[in-house]
């Protein structure tokens, strides 16, 4: 999870001129939720729609009517927000009863804060990495099953979307498998852009070309290859001219979530976004958050 940090003097400090406020009509800004009272007031000033992310310390220690309260205030400026719920060490597909359990708390709580405050859609890990767990997919599939299949019946009932974000996976068969045996239009996927290019060997056409029908929300950031360094769009090596070539082209709109490390990397992200052609003829052909 990426999160926007405060500039030395405890103050946000992003110039948000006209041409970044007209890109952020089509993203969602990645928020921690411990970051919100900090950027409250900017997000309220410029109608930022955001990602809040739910730790597992936040879902254990956060009373629920102080997150609805700060919710609260986001929806009544009128901007649209999203969950990313926890991910450190929880392994749904887990052969450790244990760690499977502990997993389903966490995200079944993760669904209780959904039920009360209702996000447009909820992304989650799969927790499922070939270096540990390539000896037992098939265990891992059915093992998932148990937990992402209520919880798909469950995001259907609040009308809301479940989505899988790739981290460690090498190709998309693994998501593939899944979302056919849910088999249900709440259940879907999130592609990461930064996971899939430093990550995975599998090339981002492959990706787009098989989970394409399942495809619900991108992450945008960027990076080199070598490693997730979050960077800001247009500084390493992703193809997003043919990212957003491809989504323009098959009409598909997902929602678009932006995950900066840093505030200035927000700035270089939107500016780098506002640059790209193929960014603004896919905005044009539709792809803008409805308010």
């Given amino acids: 999870m990426a999160s926007i940090v405060i500039s030395g003097s405890g103050e946000p400090d992003i110039a948000i001129n006209y041409r970044l406020q007209s890109v952020l009509k089509h993203v969602y800004v990645n928020m921690p939720y411990r970051n919100l009272p900090q950027f409250l007031n900017l997000i309220l000033e410029h109608g930022i729609n955001i990602e809040i992310g739910l730790s597992a310390e936040d879902l254990e220690n956060v009373p629920l ?6 919710v609260e205030l986001i929806r009544q400026r009128g901007c649209r927000f999203t969950f990313h719920g926890p991910f450190w060490d929880l392994c749904p597909g887990s052969v ?16 209780e804060v959904a039920e009360d405050i209702r996000p447009d859609q909820i992304v989650c890990h799969t927790g499922f990495d070939p270096r540990h767990h390539r000896g037992h997919r098939a265990t891992s599939i059915a093992n998932s099953l148990t937990l992402w299949e209520p919880l798909a019946a469950e995001a259907e009932r609040l009308n809301t979307r479940l989505l899988l974000e790739n981290v460690w996976e090498e190709g998309p068969d693994w998501h593939k498998e899944l979302f056919e045996k849910v088999n249900s239009p709440f259940f879907g996927f999130c592609l990461d852009t930064g996971h ?21 929300e991108i992450h945008l950031h960027d990076n080199d290859g070598s490693f997730d360094h979050h960077l800001p769009v247009g500084m390493g090596s992703i193809d997003f001219d043919y990212l957003f070539g491809f989504l323009r082209e098959r009409k598909i709109f997902p929602l678009l979530t932006v995950e900066p490390h840093t505030e200035e990397h927000l700035y270089s992200t939107l500016a780098g976004l506002a640059e790209n052609g193929p960014f603004r003829e896919f905005c044009e052909a539709g792809g803008e958050v409805d308010s």
């Fill in 65 to 70: 009517d102080e997150i609805g309260g700060k």
């Fill in 196 to 216: 899939q290019h430093a990550f995975s060997s599998t090339p981002l056409r492959v990706w787009l070309e098989v989970l394409y029908p399942y495809l619900g």
């Fill in 96 to 111: 450790d009863p244990g760690i499977r359990r502990i997993s389903g708390a966490r995200l079944r709580r993760l669904f």
